[in-house]
């Protein structure tokens, strides 16, 4: 079984910051990548930021140049730095990875249970 489990995320003041981490837990087999989601009241889910296994990332634009993913493949953990957060980052935060559990599998989406970042004006 396989488990993703984020830390907690916040309440945050219009220009402040907030890191999110998230670590993989289980019968993992290797995972291709990593990465945040994220839901508004009233929206999609969207993509935030996506980090592969050789580093490669990829952003939403509303959050190019103050959000950075990274990654740490040792500890099946992504990071997510969050700064000059805004009052429309405010949403759950879901972690997702896709991986595999058993080899030759081919790599399904797995995602964590969410958490609240709630940014005040």
């Known amino acids: 079984q396989v488990q993703l489990v984020e830390s907690e995320g916040g309440l945050v003041q219009a220009g402040g910051s907030l890191r999110l981490s998230c670590t993989a837990s289980?019968?993992?087999?290797?995972?291709?990548?990593m990465g945040w989601y994220r839901q508004a009241p009233g929206n999609q889910r969207e993509k935030v930021a996506v980090i592969n296994n050789s580093g490669i990332t990829d952003y939403a634009d509303s959050v190019k140049g103050r959000f950075t993913i990274s990654r740490d493949n040792a500890k099946n953990t992504v990071y997510l730095q969050m700064n000059s957060l805004k009052p429309e980052d405010t949403a759950v935060y879901y972690c997702?990875?896709?991986?595999?559990?058993?080899?030759?599998?081919?790599?399904?989406?797995?995602w964590g249970q969410g958490t609240q970042v709630t940014v005040s004006s």
């Open positions: 997702y990875a896709l991986l595999a559990i058993r080899m030759y599998d081919v790599v399904t989406p797995y």
């Open positions: 289980g019968s993992i087999v290797r995972i291709a990548s």
